[in-house]
């Protein structure tokens, strides 16, 4: 790398709001360049030399923005809008409500019968693409919707290590991703659950996590400090960190057993974890309620 190069790349660090725009939609975009139109309408196997530097020019001007922007964030920290969830969840195919086809399998090593939900996907080409394949096309796929035991997860080593979070790479946090996850795993449950209907049906068990409230939690117990929120809120949490299954998330009632979501946990008895929290609804603590939250309503508590 020549100085030149370097002086230019380090300016890069601190550009202005001119420079880089920080909601990460860059004026110019950071999509990858489309060299493929370069040679599309080449009638030889080699690109000309001509349309190797087109390509080569494309590619440079591509990795100097998104270094630039790289920069940028790894001295200011990523915005937090960037990371909002209906970023992703803006792009999973939507699933109908309505009659469904529903099939109890044995699929590649599982030991018992998992629920299978008959169902379609449609491909279609977008207009600019040339391609000799039939520009829409139909699918059959079995979709796994249940599942006879929860999946087992344990939390070890450092459960809530630092990490350099969102806001700055120089202002460290506690991670609680691992806490997020569970958060999502109900959140992903008590959806599928709304979507599917029927008989379906999401309960609180009575494992909980230990509460404090508005009190100091002992020293060696792993704590998660959720702030003041409504006395639902607080149930939830205690369900969703609780040791054991705190939740039962039932997609389907059959003579052999029920059915659970393929998001549902459960986690070893000898691993505690509390809550520590003010309640927006009461003076003093209430009795955990036994009405589980929506999807909607465990999303914002997530938020």
């Not at 300016?11 to 001119?18: D, E, H």
């Not at 360049?33 to 390509?55: F, G, K, M």
């Not at 200011?76 to 939507?94: Q, T």
């Not at 998330?249 to 549902?264: F, H, M, N, R, V």
Request: glycine share 6%; with cysteine.
């Amino acid at each position: 790398m020549t100085s030149s190069h370097r002086c230019s790349f380090e300016s890069a660090k601190n550009p202005g709001i001119s420079e880089v725009d920080t909601s990460g939609r860059h004026p110019d975009g950071l999509c990858p360049p489309e060299l493929y139109r370069i040679v599309a309408d080449n009638d030889t196997l080699q690109p000309s030399n001509r349309q190797l530097h087109d390509a080569l020019t494309l590619s440079r001007e591509y990795w100097y923005r998104l270094s630039r922007t790289a920069c940028y964030v790894h001295g200011n920290g990523v915005n937090p809008e960037l990371a909002h969830p209906h970023h992703m969840l803006c792009k999973v195919p939507s699933m109908h409500g309505g009659p469904h086809t529903t099939h109890a399998l044995h699929i590649g090593a599982s030991p018992s019968r998992i629920l299978c939900l008959q169902a379609s996907v449609n491909w279609q080409l977008d207009e600019s693409t040339v391609c000799d394949r039939a520009r829409d096309r139909t699918d059959t796929v079995l979709l796994h919707i249940g599942t006879k035991a929860a999946v087992p997860y344990t939390l070890n080593g450092k459960d809530f290590s630092f990490w350099i979070g969102m806001e700055s790479e120089e202002v460290p946090g506690p991670n609680y991703l691992a806490v997020l996850t569970l958060g999502w795993c109900y959140v992903l449950s008590a959806r599928l659950l709304e979507i599917y209907g029927r008989n379906s049906a999401m309960r609180y068990t009575d494992f909980k996590a230990t509460a404090h409230y508005e009190s100091n939690p002992k020293p060696t117990m792993h704590t998660v400090d959720i702030g003041e929120v409504s006395d639902d809120t607080a149930s939830w949490w205690l369900s969703v960190l609780a040791s054991g299954e705190g939740w039962k998330a039932a997609i389907k009632q059959s003579d052999g057993g029920e059915y659970l979501t393929p998001w549902s946990v459960t986690r070893p008895s000898e691993q505690s974890l509390a809550i520590k929290w003010r309640s927006k609804d009461s003076t003093e603590a209430q009795a955990p309620s036994l009405t589980p939250l929506s999807s909607q309503k465990a999303f914002e508590a997530l938020s």
